[in-house]
């Protein structure tokens, strides 16, 4: 298996436009996630999704982030507009979904995609 | 509230053993993680141990936890060049979310 697979690696973009980042989780996984990391504020999870179906985006920052998983093979993370504070790694993982509690059990990081917005 | 703390950094001598520590706040918490993220990855599960273990041991790793002081320790014996990482603390307060602490970077001394 590939593992989690994220889109772009890199990303440099001016404040004011639209970033869409892309997440394709491991075949055969229920629950897919969306982290953010900076120095300032390290790792934070931004949303989850289970089947699909958004659980908790209580993570998210505001209204200019929203994350969409059309199919089980598929997330995007988008931003709109973007804001220099917005820089930082993100990181997609994936886990099974073993029937207990999504955080009980070994998630899959991707690489992260690393965005920079001027 | 909820908060993980480790410290920033820890500097060992190749075949050392390197000793990461780590405090939480919520009681509650039933599962405490490690996590190691080399440069350029994303993280990746070392071990775990549940709120109802003081001790887990796999190969070189040893988790150490003191429920009492809410103290999270990770041992790596005989520590090599490979284990240079950031190493992350974290705890999952009733199953139903995960905090990470700031995370530790482990550098290795010849």
């Known amino acids: 298996d590939a593992g989690v697979i994220q889109s772009p690696r890199h990303e440099v973009t001016e404040m004011g436009q639209e970033v869409t980042l892309r997440c394709k989780p491991i075949?055969?996984?229920?629950?897919l996630f969306w982290y953010r990391q900076t120095m300032m504020r390290g790792l934070e999870l931004l949303i989850y999704f289970n089947n699909n179906v958004p659980i908790d985006d209580s993570g998210m920052p505001e209204d200019r982030f929203s994350a969409k998983m059309p199919n089980a093979s598929f997330s995007t993370l988008k931003i709109q507009p973007s804001e220099p504070r917005d820089s930082a790694v993100y990181f997609c993982a994936s886990s099974l979904g073993s029937g207990g509690s999504p955080f009980q059990e070994t998630q899959y990081f991707g690489p992260g995609t690393r965005l920079l917005v001027l | 509230g909820e908060d993980v703390e480790q410290s920033l950094f820890l500097s060992v001598r190749e075949g050392d053993s390197s000793v990461i520590n780590c405090t939480y706040t919520d009681s509650s918490s039933t599962y405490l993680y490690w996590y190691k993220q080399e440069p350029g990855a994303g993280l990746q599960l070392l071990t775990y141990i549940f709120s109802n273990m003081d001790m887990k041991q796999d190969q070189r790793l040893t988790v150490l936890l003191n429920k009492k002081d809410k103290h999270l320790s990770l041992r790596i014996a005989d520590t090599q060049t490979g284990d240079s990482a950031i190493y992350f603390c974290a705890e999952s307060p009733g199953g139903s979310k995960i905090i990470f602490g700031s995370g530790t970077r482990l550098s290795i001394r010849p």
């Open positions: 075949s055969g996984h229920d629950y």
